[in-house]
């Protein structure tokens, strides 16, 4: 049986139904593929955004360390008015809770104009995961008096784990020296949406010696 179009009363044929229908099937198709591109391209936007953002909180924590590394200084620390701890770096760092490794050290070149602030330009600096997030800790004197807090800073979050080796100038080994620097300190940190990052800083070492 055929569908018979019916003339309109200015003499011109309309549309019949099944027309009708067809056509908005492709404009509802039309219309679904331009909105799949659109999330897909809205969704690659987000997430391209979100990986330079990441990428950007790595390379800053990395900048921030390779400038507190380059400048170790052979300086003992006190804590909590104790006897000096040995060496210059310290796993155990100043005493601070973590969830694994940790390092601390002294470092030179933390700028006071004209001392106009009442400390030195050395700053006792530590490095800790804690909760999933790689922090530097910093006091304001070098030895830290008894009951002072350090300052916290969050550097880059999302890390599973934090490890250190320093180089003797022959092997990487996992114990820091005692009674002197390492030629270079590596970083390995697992992030979770990055994989292992493992970063290596050059020491000053012996150059950083005090003459006699």
Not at 98 to 111: A, E, K
Not at 176 to 202: M, S, V, Y
Request: aromatic content about 8%; proline content about 4%.
């Amino acid at each position: 049986m055929k569908h018979k179009s019916y003339p309109s009363r200015d003499g011109k044929n309309g549309f019949t139904l099944l027309e009708l229908l067809i056509a908005m099937a492709i404009f509802a198709l039309i219309s679904l593929a331009s909105f799949t591109i659109l999330n897909t391209v809205i969704t690659s936007n987000a997430k391209s955004k979100q990986y330079t953002e990441r990428l950007y909180q790595l390379q800053r924590a990395l900048m921030i360390m390779e400038r507190d590394m380059i400048q170790i200084s052979r300086r003992t620390v006190r804590v909590n008015g104790e006897a000096p701890l040995a060496g210059y770096l310290h796993t155990q760092a100043f005493g601070v809770s973590s969830d694994t490794d940790t390092l601390g050290f002294v470092r030179s070149g933390w700028r006071n104009p004209g001392l106009l602030l009442p400390r030195s330009d050395l700053q006792s600096v530590a490095y800790r995961l804690q909760d999933h997030v790689l922090e530097r800790l910093h006091y304001n004197f070098v030895d830290a008096v008894g009951g002072q807090e350090p300052i916290v800073r969050p550097l880059i979050d999302k890390v599973s784990s934090l490890k250190f080796e320093f180089f003797d100038g022959k092997k990487w080994q996992a114990k820091a020296p005692e009674k002197t620097l390492p030629k270079a300190i590596a970083i390995d940190l697992t992030l979770e949406d990055l994989g292992n990052i493992r970063r290596q800083f050059l020491v000053a070492g012996d150059a950083l010696a005090t003459k006699k």
